[in-house]
């Protein structure tokens, strides 16, 4: 970096302007004022003001030969370089007389004349670029790849497919596949209300259309964010079906006494095949949910450790059918494996590659013990999570006890900030031992 030059009492940058920046800045050399008469400050300004330059000439190349999304992003940085918001030009048209002269008279290079992809970006002719709706959930994976980098591709099906239907929705709803960036309230608000026609129609149920909005929402938010919008869109915001006679819904309990009577009486599983029944089995005494179970690869099941457990966590993976994203942070945990859940692990050391990267089990599962009278009314294979939970409670853990060995976030159920360590492995044993249920003899 060359050093500042005095010129009066003003401590300058002067600097010769790259090759590269030549056809869109025609002086050789820049001065560029570093306002202050000291030469230490002025020594700390000097990177600082030249990245600005360099910035500002490579806002005006992508503002010239980028593509659409890069002009448009282009077009937003030079604006903010150069003191002002991007606006559409609809709304500079709208702004005060004496904004819109400032950003004309700030348009102009440094020959006085004035600067094309300047004043398109001030004067808001640059248009957003031009994506369908049809598109944009092919553009949201791209821009959540490190977000879903630990999904296999089953998870990144289950990802994908609430959002096509989503966008199908909306599509049906407007009649037509508009340009994602006309969507705005007038949209949203007739979204909604072809959501309010099919809820009185068909008796759908505000959840799932909540569901949608905010799939949509989140959507644009992406799709704003990577064109590095200022004030983006919002057309969403607000918009949501309440419901005031819809029941709150929760899973029930498999109750314990039907676990012992029912399922671990003698052949009463034997119509499942061995994976199925052993992955039923450990959900009844980790209280974990059935996928954070059938997904586990071989590394997971730590049998040899001095405590056996199941450490279920992301796991990364060249190869997609090796890669595991649980639900969230706090699910990530250790769970002691006692009981029936010891037994069936020890039958299945690699995991259960029957139905990793599946989202059959719960179904075929549930299917077969209906059929076999082996599960209440109302009730779903689920339950034996909430199950779990409901034994440490009547056992007298506390909620943040319980919270933690089910892998919940103990920041919302507190409302504040967790301090001190986690629960410690021994310490989870003690508890899934004291609320073990008798293991039969031919389960053992």
């Given at each position: 970096?060359?050093?500042?030059?005095?010129?009066?009492?003003?401590?300058?940058?002067?600097?010769?302007?790259?090759?590269?920046?030549?056809?869109?800045?025609?002086?050789?050399?820049?001065?560029?004022?570093?306002?202050?008469?000291?030469?230490?400050?002025?020594?700390?300004?000097?990177?600082?003001?030249?990245?600005?330059?360099?910035?500002?000439?490579?806002?005006?190349?992508?503002?010239?030969?980028?593509?659409?999304?890069?002009?448009?992003?282009?077009?937003?940085?030079?604006?903010?370089?150069?003191?002002?918001?991007?606006?559409?030009?609809?709304?500079?048209?709208?702004?005060?007389?004496?904004?819109?002269?400032?950003?004309?008279?700030?348009?102009?290079?440094?020959?006085?004349?004035?600067?094309?992809?300047?004043?398109?970006?001030?004067?808001?002719?640059?248009?957003?670029?031009?994506?369908?709706?049809?598109?944009?959930?092919?553009?949201?994976?791209?821009?959540?790849?490190?977000?879903?980098?630990?999904?296999?591709?089953?998870?990144?099906?289950?990802?994908?497919?609430?959002?096509?239907?989503?966008?199908?929705?909306?599509?049906?709803?407007?009649?037509?596949?508009?340009?994602?960036?006309?969507?705005?309230?007038?949209?949203?608000?007739?979204?909604?209300?072809?959501?309010?026609?099919?809820?009185?129609?068909?008796?759908?149920?505000?959840?799932?259309?909540?569901?949608?909005?905010?799939?949509?929402?989140?959507?644009?938010?992406?799709?704003?964010?990577?064109?590095?919008?200022?004030?983006?869109?919002?057309?969403?915001?607000?918009?949501?079906?309440?419901?005031?006679?819809?029941?709150?819904?929760?899973?029930?309990?498999?109750?314990?006494?039907?676990?012992?009577?029912?399922?671990?009486?003698?052949?009463?599983?034997?119509?499942?095949?061995?994976?199925?029944r052993d992955i039923l089995l450990m959900s009844i005494e980790t209280g974990c949910r059935q996928n954070e179970i059938y997904n586990l690869p071989?590394?997971?099941?730590?049998?040899?450790?001095?405590?056996?457990?199941?450490?279920?966590?992301?796991?990364?993976?060249?190869?997609?059918?090796?890669?595991?994203?649980?639900?969230?942070?706090?699910?990530?945990?250790?769970?002691?494996?006692?009981?029936?859940?010891?037994?069936?692990?020890?039958?299945?050391?690699?995991?259960?590659?029957?139905?990793?990267?599946?989202?059959?089990?719960?179904?075929?599962?549930?299917?077969?013990?209906?059929?076999?009278?082996?599960?209440?009314?109302?009730?779903?294979?689920?339950?034996?999570?909430?199950?779990?939970?409901?034994?440490?409670?009547?056992?007298?853990?506390?909620?943040?006890?319980?919270?933690?060995?089910?892998?919940?976030?103990?920041?919302?159920?507190?409302?504040?900030?967790?301090?001190?360590?986690?629960?410690?492995?021994?310490?989870?044993?003690?508890?899934?031992?004291?609320?073990?249920?008798?293991?039969?003899?031919h389960l053992a």
């Open positions: 970096m060359s050093k500042p030059v005095l010129r009066g009492t003003t401590w300058y940058l002067k600097r010769r302007v790259p090759k590269r920046y030549a056809s869109v800045e025609l002086r050789p050399v820049v001065w560029g004022s570093l306002k202050t008469d000291s030469y230490s400050v002025a020594v700390q300004k000097t990177a600082g003001v030249w990245l600005s330059y360099i910035e500002g000439w490579e806002a005006l190349l992508a503002g010239r030969d980028g593509d659409a999304a890069e002009k448009f992003r282009a077009a937003q940085q030079l604006a903010a370089l150069r003191g002002f918001q991007f606006l559409s030009i609809d709304k500079v048209s709208q702004a005060p007389l004496n904004e819109v002269l400032q950003r004309v008279e700030a348009t102009q290079a440094a020959d006085g004349a004035p600067d094309e992809v300047a004043a398109s970006a001030l004067l808001g002719a640059v248009e957003a670029p031009q994506l369908r709706l049809s598109g944009i959930v092919e553009l949201v994976e791209t821009l959540a790849a490190h977000d879903n980098r630990f999904k296999n591709s089953e998870q990144l099906r289950l990802w994908r497919s609430p959002r096509l239907r989503a966008v199908n929705n909306l599509i049906s709803a407007l009649g037509e596949d508009l340009n994602v960036a006309t969507v705005g309230t007038a949209q949203a608000r007739k979204h909604k209300r072809w959501w309010l026609a099919r809820i009185a129609k068909e008796g759908q149920s505000a959840t799932t259309a909540n569901k949608d909005f905010n799939y949509i929402s989140g959507m644009l938010t992406r799709f704003y964010d990577e064109l590095e919008h200022d004030d983006p869109p919002r057309p969403y915001a607000g918009v949501s079906i309440q419901d005031r006679h819809a029941k709150p819904s929760q899973k029930r309990e498999v109750p314990v006494d039907w676990i012992v009577d029912k399922w671990f009486a003698p052949d009463a599983l034997d119509g499942l095949n061995d994976e199925a071989a590394s997971a099941m730590r049998l040899t450790s001095p405590i056996p457990h199941l450490r279920i966590a992301h796991e990364l993976s060249d190869d997609p059918a090796e890669r595991r994203e649980v639900k969230n942070l706090p699910s990530h945990r250790e769970i002691p494996l006692v009981g029936v859940a010891l037994a069936a692990a020890k039958r299945h050391p690699a995991g259960f590659p029957k139905y990793r990267n599946k989202s059959n089990y719960s179904a075929a599962v549930n299917k077969y013990l209906r059929s076999n009278s082996l599960l209440p009314e109302g009730v779903t294979i689920g339950g034996t999570r909430h199950s779990w939970e409901g034994r440490m409670k009547r056992a007298g853990y506390e909620m943040d006890d319980r919270g933690e060995l089910m892998g919940h976030s103990l920041k919302a159920r507190r409302g504040r900030e967790v301090y001190g360590d986690e629960m410690g492995l021994s310490e989870r044993l003690r508890i899934a031992q004291e609320v073990m249920l008798p293991v039969p003899g």
